[in-house]
C-alpha cells in the first residue's frame, strides 16, 4: 500500500505559507491539504480559490483541495483555474453529488467525497465507482486541533472493504486528529492517505514530523497485511 501525507495549511503560519509549504515537501509531503471553509457548513471561514492559484505558483506539489462549504458546485470552475489538483466535496453539503464529482473530473481534476462523522458511509455507497478519493473524516470539520474521534477507526476498516469489493482504486484518505499516535492505527484499518495540520506544523521540525508520521503509517499498513 501506498503511503500519502497531506499536510493541511490551516494549521500553517499564512503569513509565511510558501516557507511552510517549502519545510514539509522537503519532509517528502506528497500533497498539500487546502480546507476551504464558509462559515455556513462549517462555522469557520477559512480561504478560497485565489489562495490556491497562489500557492499553484508557489510550489509544485499536487493541491489537495477539502471544500467544506454549502454549494460547492459554484467553486469547481474557480477551483480548476487555480490549478487545484484533487477537489473533495461533502454529500452533506448538496442532493447532486454525482452531477459535481462528473464535473469535478469533467475540468480535469481528481474528484473526491468527504463525509463527516455522524454521516453513514451509504452516503457515498452509489457514486464508489465515480471517486479518485473518499475522506473519512475523523473528527467533525471546522477547525484543526481537535480530538481523535475513536469510532473513525472501525468506519474505516468498512470504508476500505467497500472501496474493495468495488474493486475501486480510490485513495482513502482520513482528515482530523491525525498524528503520532493515530496515524498507526488508521493505516492498519486501511486508510492510505493522511491529511494533519495541528501534529505537522505544530512540530519544531515539521520536516521531521512527516518523516516520522509516514513511518509510523508504513508500519501500521504493514501489520494490516501481516
Ligand atoms: C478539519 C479540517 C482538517 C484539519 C485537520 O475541519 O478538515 O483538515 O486541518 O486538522 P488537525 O490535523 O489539526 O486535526
Ligand atoms: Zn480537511
Not at 468527504?114 to 471546522?142: F, K, R, S
Not at 498524528?179 to 521540525?205: K, P, Q, W
Request: charged share 25%.
Amino acid at each position: 500500500m501506498t503511503v500519502r501525507l497531506s499536510p493541511s495549511i490551516l494549521s500553517a503560519d499564512l503569513a509565511h505559507l510558501a516557507d511552510d509549504v517549502a519545510k514539509v515537501r522537503s519532509g517528502g509531503a506528497d500533497f498539500i491539504h487546502v480546507d476551504v471553509m464558509d462559515g455556513r457548513f462549517v462555522p469557520n471561514l477559512t480561504y478560497g480559490a485565489p489562495v490556491v492559484a497562489a500557492l499553484r505558483r508557489a510550489t509544485d506539489a499536487p493541491l489537495d483541495c477539502h471544500l467544506m462549504v454549502e454549494h460547492p458546485e459554484e467553486y469547481l470552475g474557480p477551483f480548476a483555474d487555480a490549478g487545484a489538483t484533487i477537489v473533495t466535496i461533502h454529500p452533506e453539503a448538496t442532493p447532486h453529488l454525482e452531477r459535481h464529482l462528473a464535473e469535478i473530473r469533467r475540468r480535469g481534476m481528481k474528484a473526491g467525497a468527504a463525509i463527516n462523522p455522524a454521516t453513514p458511509l451509504a452516503a457515498i455507497e452509489e457514486v464508489a465507482a465515480e471517486l479518485d478519493l473518499l475522506l473519512v473524516m475523523t473528527v467533525n470539520p471546522g477547525f484543526g486541533g481537535q480530538a481523535f474521534w475513536e469510532p473513525a477507526l472501525e468506519k474505516v476498516r468498512r470504508a476500505r472493504a467497500l472501496l474493495d469489493a468495488r474493486r475501486s482504486g480510490a485513495m482513502l484518505e482520513v482528515d482530523g486528529g491525525v498524528a503520532r499516535d493515530t496515524i498507526g492505527r488508521l493505516a492498519a484499518a486501511g486508510a492510505d492517505t493522511f491529511v494533519s495540520g495541528h501534529a505537522v506544523f505544530s512540530a519544531a521540525d515539521p520536516a521531521a514530523e512527516v518523516r516520522e508520521l509516514r513511518r509510523l503509517a508504513e508500519a501500521g499498513a504493514a501489520g494490516r497485511k501481516a
